[in-house]
């Protein structure tokens, strides 16, 4: 049979003191056992002209996804529901994480009514492109 016994609570009585296992308990008892992840991870690459930002959103349908755009500020959330399956909740472990996720991002040197998105295979990619520089107009007057 396999092992229901998650690890770090099955090498603690083997273990002799460690710091850095006691100082990862007490941040998962104040934060309450790592389940309060809020974000999700994003990766933001310069293509040349623009932007793209990948976001790791797995388990997600498109239509729980909102990207919305105020005040140079990009925000990314995803709301996950609990599935009922198990009325009884006959959980022997539990690890899928359920509630909103937010992400919020600077928008400042975007255009944003280019902004394209894409949502596939549970990652979704933003194409952010670039503002154009504007370029200081000089010109020469004449005296008259």
Not at 48 to 77: H, W
């Amino acid at each position: 049979m396999f092992e229901l016994i998650p690890f770090e609570r099955h090498a603690r009585n083997v273990a002799a003191f460690d710091p850095f296992r006691e100082l990862d308990e007490l941040e998962r008892s104040f934060f309450g056992n790592g389940r309060s992840v809020s974000s999700f991870r994003t990766d933001v690459t310069d293509t040349g002209d623009a932007y793209k930002l990948e976001a790791e959103l797995p388990g997600f349908k498109k239509e729980d996804i909102q990207i919305d755009v105020e005040n140079e500020v990009l925000t990314i959330s995803a709301q996950r529901s609990e599935e009922k399956k198990d009325e009884k909740h006959n959980f022997v472990k539990r690890e899928r994480f359920y509630g909103s996720f937010s992400r919020s991002f600077d928008v400042s040197g975007i255009n944003v009514d280019g902004i394209e998105a894409a949502y596939t295979d549970g990652v979704l990619t933003l194409t952010m492109p670039k503002k154009q520089e504007l370029l200081p107009v000089s010109r020469r007057l004449e005296i008259k």
